[in-house]
């Protein structure tokens, strides 16, 4: 059986994964591909893929090194619930790895972005939360050791 991963641990191959998983991507769905396309390029830095148009959605694919994320817009789609929070079910946020959370924290709230601290430890910020436009959390946190 697997051992579980640290919290912050990078998964590599020396963990065991007996069905040779990796990530391919993740889908979100969206009530604006354009809000969320600017967002996750000019704030995260994420590259803009291609855009996939289909007769009822449309699909763009936002990348970055080792992860691929495709939004998906989808003519009277909702979101089912607007309320955050660990009594929430399904994906609370998704975390991507920093090296330097409090530079990050100071240089997104120099551009105007609402950002939160997180993981503080003394003056020592080690996690930085960010709300893109449709309300989804993202962690943008140091490794934890």
């Known amino acids: 059986m697997a051992q579980p991963v640290p919290s912050g641990a990078a998964v590599g191959p020396a963990m065991p994964n007996p069905l040779g998983l990796a990530v391919h991507h993740v889908t979100m769905g969206v009530a604006s591909i354009a809000a969320e396309r600017a967002f996750y390029r000019d704030v995260l830095g994420f590259d803009v893929g291609p855009l996939r148009q289909r007769p009822t959605y449309q699909i763009q694919q936002m990348m970055i090194p080792g992860f691929r994320f495709d939004m998906i817009e989808q003519k009277g789609s909702i979101r089912p619930a607007t309320k955050m929070g660990t009594d929430r079910q399904g994906w609370l946020h998704v975390s991507f790895t920093v090296a330097n959370a409090g530079r ?4 997104l709230k ?23 436009p449709e309300g989804n959390r993202i962690e943008l946190a140091e490794p934890e050791g």
């Open 104 to 107: 990050l924290f100071q240089a």
């Open 110 to 132: 120099s551009k105007g972005i609402t950002v939160a601290p997180g993981r503080m430890t003394g003056d020592h910020i080690g996690a930085v939360f960010v709300t893109d």
